[in-house]
């Protein structure tokens, strides 16, 4: 499969930002590890990072016609970024949530999700595990 993980704001400070919450790994340890790992070897992963909303909805359009499967972290615009579920809708290719962190036991506006209805899965609280279990999820629907 060819999957795109896409990384949103404020999460290329990954290492640095809180670490209490996110841990210490960059985000390019993480996406180092996830490239290690056996179930990755038959995929091709390719990662995209921005700050900004219309990028990361350009890049989902740019996904039309050759990507297979979508791992999505998008930071805080999971929880209003309505331009963003529109985008996920529109696209028709299977995409996860995935939060480092768990949004749940977190502050009350961290609770919402306004993408977890055009996601076929959301995995929160699981640090960076949770985009293995995205791949995996991807590979299962794939079959
Ligand atoms: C996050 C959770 C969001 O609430 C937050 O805004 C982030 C990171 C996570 O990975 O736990 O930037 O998506």
Redesign the pocket.
């Known amino acids: 499969m060819n999957i795109l993980v896409i990384n949103?704001?404020?999460?290329n400070l990954l290492g640095i930002r809180e670490p209490d919450?996110?841990g210490h790994e960059t985000l390019s340890d993480i996406e180092k590890w996830l490239n290690d790992q056996e179930e990755s070897n038959c995929h091709t992963i390719t990662w995209f990072h921005s700050n900004h909303e219309g990028a990361i909805i350009d890049r989902l359009h740019e996904a039309m016609g050759n990507t297979d499967g979508i791992i999505i972290?998008?930071?805080?615009l999971?929880?209003y970024s309505f331009a963003l579920r529109d985008a996920i809708a529109s696209i028709n290719i299977p995409t996860v949530e995935?939060?480092?962190?768990d949004?749940y036991s977190?502050e009350v506006f961290?609770k919402v999700s306004v993408i977890k209805d055009v996601c076929i899965k959301q995995i929160?609280g699981m640090g960076k595990i949770g985009y293995l279990e995205g791949v995996k999820k991807l590979s299962i629907i794939s079959k």
């Open positions: 949103g704001p404020n999460l919450i996110y972290n998008p930071g805080a999971t929880h995935v939060h480092l962190s949004i977190r961290r929160s």
